[in-house]
């Protein structure tokens, strides 16, 4: 009799989410080492492996988990604050809310949105950066989550406080020391890059220094791009040039830059998007006040696009929630007027959230689809529910009809994070305790 090999993980017989975005049944997953090590037809696979460890799939999808590939860690404690307020929120809002962060702060903060990511089926991220980021770095290897983070960086602008800016050099070795300590923790699950807040919260002596000690460390480095009006006068009034094109002047661009946003881009910025294979990551909820993103032009362009949440502060971390808002957007902005109803459809919005964020991390060969070899980064979606099936076509309710309490299972890393909604490495119920004191003090404190 053949001798069964021996894995990790199996996952049995499921529905699954292809890394062509279609949908086949009857399947099952086999984990090892962190890694799909095979994915066949559940009858096949129980003839060849044998695990201890197993999850019954019957009744559940397992898909890619979602990537954000733009959100803030820092700005968890700022839920519901910035509704219906005019512009420009990040300078008259929350960058005076982060100069009031404490290191305890950072904390919970960094915790409850860890915890909040995976009960919403995020898999990894990419935090835009903020202070104390230690404290995100280690509750991030705590979660289980596969991250990018970075330290805020701002040296100017007469809208920032004064304790929010630091010298060049201040900033460069905080950023670098963050890179040291943490970059590649947690089994490679954590990676450390180097940031710009804005172009106008940025000398040009600054930017050009970041990307160069990014460069010299191997490392990605991101940015607010294009994001309101002013930003882009305030390019034209300085350098004579729009956001993109003075950072192509300073010789600084290329494939390792992940420019969030990215809403107000001329022509002549998408093609040096296009030229220099810079990745993009919208955040349609927290956008759709500003702007319509050129997504259709993007993708067309062969442009990298991910989906981000922003944070907790815009709409909270559903990225279910982003790519249903997303889609109508895109139908009534890009569709509506050339009568195509397509013109952003579901499996598309699925490769964004999954495979384009992969793309965003600099990651998009290790994970983002469910194929051997890659990392087993999944999330299981509990679909035997009535407001899921029956259905004609399971992917387009993926995106119509889903939500993020349906996640029931997370795996990052070929670790298991979350079984049957229960979180495995986070205490919940201590978080949501002293997450609400936290509030409570930092409104006091702040007077918000």
């Known amino acids: 009799m053949k001798k069964l090999t021996e894995i990790d993980l199996m996952i049995k017989d499921c529905s699954i989410l292809t890394a062509d975005f279609e949908i086949k ?64 929120i990040w300078t008259r809002i929350m960058v005076p809310f982060e100069s009031n962060l404490r290191e305890e702060d950072v904390h919970i903060s960094a915790q409850l949105s860890c915890l909040d990511m995976i009960k919403s089926g995020t898999t990894a991220f990419v935090d835009a950066g903020g202070t104390f980021m230690h404290k995100v ?76 000690k990014a460069k010299e460390l191997n490392t990605g480095v991101q940015a607010h791009m294009n994001e309101y009006p002013n930003e882009i006068s305030f390019c034209l009034e300085n350098f004579q040039k729009r956001p993109f094109e003075f950072l192509e002047s300073l010789g600084v661009l290329d494939l390792n830059f992940l420019s969030a946003h990215s809403i107000l881009l001329s022509e002549n910025e998408v093609d040096i998007l296009k030229h220099y294979d ?54 009534a902005f890009w569709g509506t007027p050339i009568f195509d109803p397509k013109v952003m459809p579901a499996k598309k919005l699925l490769e964004l959230a999954t495979l384009g964020g992969a793309k965003s991390m600099l990651q998009g060969d290790n994970f983002g689809t469910i194929e051997a070899g890659k990392k087993a980064d999944l999330i299981g979606i509990n679909i035997d529910q009535p407001h899921i099936l029956p259905t004609h076509n399971l992917v387009n309710s993926l995106v ?49």
């Open 137 to 212: 770095a280690e509750t991030a290897i705590q979660s289980g989550l596969r991250g990018t983070i970075t330290c805020s960086t701002m040296n100017a602008g007469n809208q920032i406080p004064e304790n929010m800016k630091s010298t060049e050099e201040e900033l460069l070795k905080r950023n670098t020391q963050l890179f040291n300590e943490f970059h590649g923790l947690g089994d490679g699950r954590l990676n450390v890059w180097f940031s710009l807040r804005s172009i106008i919260s940025c000398t040009p002596s600054l930017i050009t220094k970041v990307f160069e």
């Open 400 to 448: 119509e009809s889903v939500n993020s309490t349906d996640v029931s299972d997370v795996i990052v890393n070929g670790q298991v994070i979350m079984k049957n909604r229960e979180v495995l490495t986070l205490d919940e119920e201590k978080i949501m305790f002293e997450s609400k004191l936290a509030m409570e003090s930092m409104s006091l404190r702040a007077g918000i």
């Open 278 to 331: 810079v990745k993009v990551a919208h955040c349609p909820i927290s956008n759709a006040g500003k702007g319509i993103p050129k997504t259709p032009s993007l993708l067309q362009k062969g442009i990298s696009v991910g989906i981000g949440t922003d944070g907790a502060a815009h709409s909270g971390l559903s990225v279910f929630d982003e790519i249903k808002t997303f889609k109508s957007l895109m139908r």
């Open 25 to 88: 049944h009857k399947q099952s997953i086999v984990i090892k080492d962190s890694t799909i090590l095979a994915v066949d037809d559940a009858s096949v696979i129980g003839k060849t492996y044998q695990s201890m460890s197993s999850i019954d799939g019957k009744g559940k999808l397992f898909m890619p988990g979602f990537v954000d590939a733009h959100m803030h860690t820092c700005q968890q404690l700022l839920r519901g604050r910035i509704a219906d307020e005019y512009p420009m």
